[in-house]
């Protein structure tokens, strides 16, 4: 994973006639990359069952959790940033909750609920979205007034004596996928999980869709007002596996055609002479593959992936962080020497990453680095439940532009700038139009904010 952007959470949840437990820690394990902090599952067996861990799944999970976690239908967690699901005890019985995704009014919620006498544990979004679900009386009014209170973004499975409720919030922003098998039912952040446990793929839940999955299969109990969809458009560059499909757009399609893009630029700008295209593993291997599709420039992996590094962004500090980043790619030498190397990557973020990648390659006798972003400068953190840099971070906002928005002209001297800062010899990124018409989904049904800060909410 890259150092220094991650998603904070991936949910799944099963409805068998089975027992179902080790499947749903197969599904979270499918999802380890949307979050590697902690892990969780929760099953029903006539009560709820659940048990947290803090570490990776497959490190995490023993047999004899799973067998204390007896149950036909349960929900699963992974993230980045806390322990999920939380378990509660209320008027509408036991249940259990998992969410991905990032409330921004929370604090200004919990100060209204702690006026009216509510006591918070931590004040956890989780806890929150929790006591807002169980001060209703039923599930729909439940949810119902999760959509008026909360701002921000949610995926949310709530374990429960009937089964499992799913929703989205009415924007979307989270991906949150419906499958199916012989007497099974479930519901996934991402489709991997479902199609590597043989599950068929049915189709994304709707912004504001209540569904409810039980024996039944799945039930939509109720539809909330959806002023727009705001689909995480990183989760096509970056963010999701590639062998995932949300909104009937394959992630590692869309990465093909964002590095065609690339290469489509190269060319109407004249050609770029260059011996090959190679990745940044893992993030820049689709977007490499598209160029090459694209320019017909041979395809060459320059760097070695060592699966056995750990994640670089959990050392504690920045001199370990670069040991460890080191350890993650090694240069493959015999590729590299005397080659003109276009380099593609999903994104800059502070810079360091890819100043140190290019700097490798330089070293090991490439004659030329030339990188291609597909995605634009980013230049907004996010708000809805993606761990990006803050605002003082990020690369491009060092650059000083002369205007907020960002022209063609403006774009060809910051990819000058960063090109020098870098050590590359050239750079160029996707412009937000490319990026946009690369995925194909109308601009009106994505959030882009990490790009033209606006957020989607608000418009
Ligand atoms: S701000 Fe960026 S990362 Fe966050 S939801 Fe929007 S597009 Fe995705």
């Not at 929370?106 to 807002?132: H, P, T």
């Not at 240069?331 to 700097?359: E, F, P, Y």
């Not at 063609?408 to 001297?413: C, G, K, M």
Request: aromatic share 8%; hydrophobic share 40%; glycine share 8%.
């Amino acid at each position: 994973m890259k150092d220094s952007i991650q998603d904070n959470c991936g949910i799944f949840a099963l409805y068998s006639n089975a027992p179902c437990t080790y499947e749903i820690f197969q599904g979270i394990d499918f999802l380890q990359h949307r979050g590697q902090e902690y892990c969780g599952i929760a099953t029903f067996n006539g009560q709820v069952n659940q048990i947290t861990h803090h570490g990776k799944v497959l490190n995490s999970f023993t047999d004899q959790d799973l067998e204390n976690l007896p149950g036909t239908w349960g929900i699963g967690h992974v993230s980045l940033k806390e322990r999920q699901p939380v378990k509660w005890q209320s008027l509408q019985g036991e249940i259990a909750v998992a969410f991905s995704g990032n409330i921004i009014n929370d604090q200004e919620l919990i100060r209204e609920m702690m006026n009216r006498g509510m006591a918070f544990w931590r004040g956890y979004n989780v806890e929150l979205i929790s006591k807002i679900f169980l001060e209703q009386p039923d599930p729909v009014a439940g949810f119902t007034a999760l959509a008026e209170k909360i701002k921000g973004a949610y995926s949310l499975v709530i374990l429960t004596r009937d089964g499992i409720y799913a929703t989205r919030d009415v924007y979307g922003f989270r991906p949150l996928i419906l499958g199916q098998g012989q007497s099974k039912y479930a519901v996934s952040s991402e489709s991997r999980a479902l199609q590597n446990l043989e599950l068929t793929v049915v189709r994304d839940v709707r912004p504001g869709e209540i569904v409810l999955i039980n024996s039944q299969g799945f039930t939509t109990l109720g539809q909330l007002h959806s002023p727009r969809r705001a689909h995480c458009a990183f989760e096509w560059a970056y963010t999701a596996s590639i062998d995932s499909v949300m909104e009937n757009l394959w992630v590692m399609e869309a990465r093909n055609n964002l590095g065609a893009r690339l290469a489509q630029r190269d060319q109407d700008e004249g050609g770029l002479n260059a011996d090959l295209v190679a990745p940044v593993p893992m993030s820049g291997i689709g977007h490499a593959i598209g160029y090459h599709m694209r320019s017909h420039l041979n395809f060459q992996e320059v760097f070695l992936y060592n699966r056995y590094a750990d994640r670089s962004y959990t050392q504690s500090n920045q001199v370990a962080r670069e040991a460890m980043a080191k350890r993650k790619l090694s240069v493959l030498h015999h590729a590299v020497k005397d080659q003109r190397i276009v380099l593609c990557d999903d994104s800059i973020v502070r810079g360091t990453q890819i100043l140190n990648k290019v700097m490798d390659l330089k070293r090991a006798g490439a004659r030329e680095v030339h990188v291609r972003v597909a995605c634009p400068p980013l230049m907004y953190p996010c708000d809805f439940g993606i761990s990006t840099r803050t605002y003082e971070e990020l690369m491009a906002r060092k650059y000083q532009f002369r205007g907020d928005i960002i022209s063609v002209e403006e774009l060809r001297a910051l990819e000058h700038w960063v090109a020098g800062q870098i050590g590359a010899d050239s750079v160029k990124y996707n412009s937000l139009e490319a990026f946009v018409d690369a995925l194909g989904i109308p601009q009106a049904n994505l959030c882009l904010k990490c790009w033209d800060g606006i957020r989607p909410t608000e418009t």
